[in-house]
Each structure stands twice: as structure tokens, then as C-alpha cells.
């Protein structure tokens, strides 16, 4: 089962932080709808410090570029993201408008 693993920050502040935690405890039902829809199997956020580390695992009908397209129809997936985006900030050398950006893997055991 293909995985692979995206990186993101959140802005330097601790109640934005905790408030970004808070809405992760109980994602909304129709975002959980929508990461299953598209072929995710598994999803993992994991968080040091502003630095976030997601995990996906897909199943052989996902794609980035569907989920995209799955993502920009849904008005509560967009309403979601753009609640995020109160408590995340792109990469330093993230490409403008790129929010979670995909990590290469060098190793594996």
C-alpha cells in the first residue's frame, strides 16, 4: 500500500497551537468523509514543536490531483482549509499557494 509523507508549519504561538490541536481531537465528519473518499486509507499528523509531519496511507485510486479536484468541489472541505490556515504557514521554500508539501524518502529499513 503506497504511503507517503507531507510536511507543513503552524505559526509560533502557543494558543493558536493548542486551539489547531483542539480541532484535530474531533475532525468534522464530512473532512473524515472526504480523506476516505479520495483513497486514504491511513492518515497520521504528528507535531514538534510548529513543525507538522503528515502520514498517508492510500489505496491504488488515489491521486493528488483528484483529491485536489475532490477538495476545490467540497464547500466544507474548503471551509475547513480555510480555518486551518488561521493556525498553519507555508514552508520557507514552499511554492506559493503550497500548503502540505510532500517529503522525499531517503530511507527505509
Partial sequence: MPKYCLTLDLKDDLALIAEYERYH?????????SVASAGITGMEIYRFDTRLVMIM?????????????????????????????????????????????????????
Avoid: C
Avoid at 489505496?59 to 480555518?83: C, G, I, R, Y
Fill in 25 to 33: 481531537e474531533a475532525i468534522w465528519p464530512e473532512i473524515r468523509e
Fill in 57 to 109: 496511507e492510500v489505496d491504488d485510486t488515489f491521486s493528488f490531483e483528484h483529491k485536489a479536484q475532490m477538495d476545490a468541489a467540497n464547500p466544507k472541505v474548503q471551509e475547513w482549509e480555510d480555518l486551518m490556515w488561521n493556525y498553519q504557514q507555508p514552508l520557507k521554500k514552499a511554492m506559493k499557494g503550497e500548503k502540505w508539501v510532500l517529503m522525499n524518502k531517503i530511507f527505509e529499513l
